[in-house]
């Protein structure tokens, strides 16, 4: 059961839009619409900020947004704040009740 | 409003178990199709899914660990526990417990335990 892959580091200035990429496989990304994304400042536990793909739990800007394509999912954030810089995670649904994560994205605001 | 809290030793030797418990506060750990699980995060690193328990049960392991692995459920204490063993300094990290729905998303965390394997 490999790790999702996302790029290590990303970075955007403040007012900006950036995408964070998720890559799987048809047995995990590719094959079900539960993939989530949790946000992670430093010393801090991972907080949901995406799951279903595209919903957002209360309480999250609707700045988030999310979407998959093919074996691809991603994380599109608008406006970028500074408060946005952190740790984000992308984790899938693998079947047979299994779940994988990916190794992470540090996104820096500028 | 739901509070997860995980208690266990912080340092274990190496080939000894690693146990630690997830105490459930604010709700019934037995509320249905809510799911409750372990992961983990060493130093520095990415999130690791360990396992996974149903109220029942019922149990799923990651199979990268599941030789090593037992996630056990005790409803009157409101609890459920993580045991690994024959741990290795691979081992050392923050582990957290979380609640999840079936196959989706883990909306509830706990603040995390790190846990170091040293001898």
């Known amino acids: 059961q490999s790790a999702l892959t996302q790029p290590r580091s990303v970075s955007g200035s403040p007012g900006q839009s950036v995408t964070l990429s998720c890559t799987g496989i048809s047995s995990n990304v590719g094959g079900y619409n539960y993939v989530s994304w949790y946000q992670q400042h430093p010393g801090n536990a991972p907080k949901l900020i995406i799951y279903d793909v595209n919903r957002r739990p209360s309480g999250v800007p609707n700045r988030f947004s999310g979407s998959t394509s093919g074996n691809t999912a991603s994380l599109t954030i608008s406006g970028l704040q500074a408060e946005d810089e952190a740790d984000y995670y992308c984790c899938s649904y693998a079947g047979s009740y299994t779940w994988v994560f990916g190794g992470g994205t540090k996104l820096t605001v500028l | 409003q739901l509070q997860l809290q995980e208690s266990g030793p912080g340092l274990v030797k190496p080939s000894e178990t690693l146990s630690l418990t997830c105490t459930v506060s604010?709700?019934?750990?037995?509320?249905?199709?809510?799911?409750w699980g372990w992961i983990r995060q060493p130093p520095g690193k990415g999130l690791e899914w360990i396992g996974t328990i149903y109220y029942s049960g019922t149990k799923y392991y990651n199979p990268s660990l599941k030789s090593r692995v037992t996630i056990s459920v005790d409803t009157s204490r409101n609890q459920f526990s993580l045991k690994v063993t024959s741990v290795t300094a691979a081992d050392t990290a923050i582990y957290y417990c979380?609640?999840?729905?079936?196959?989706?998303?883990?909306?509830?965390w706990g603040q995390g335990t790190l846990v170091t394997v040293s001898s």
């Open positions: 604010g709700d019934s750990i037995s509320t249905t199709n809510f799911y």
């Open positions: 979380a609640r999840h729905r079936a196959r989706t998303e883990f909306d509830y």
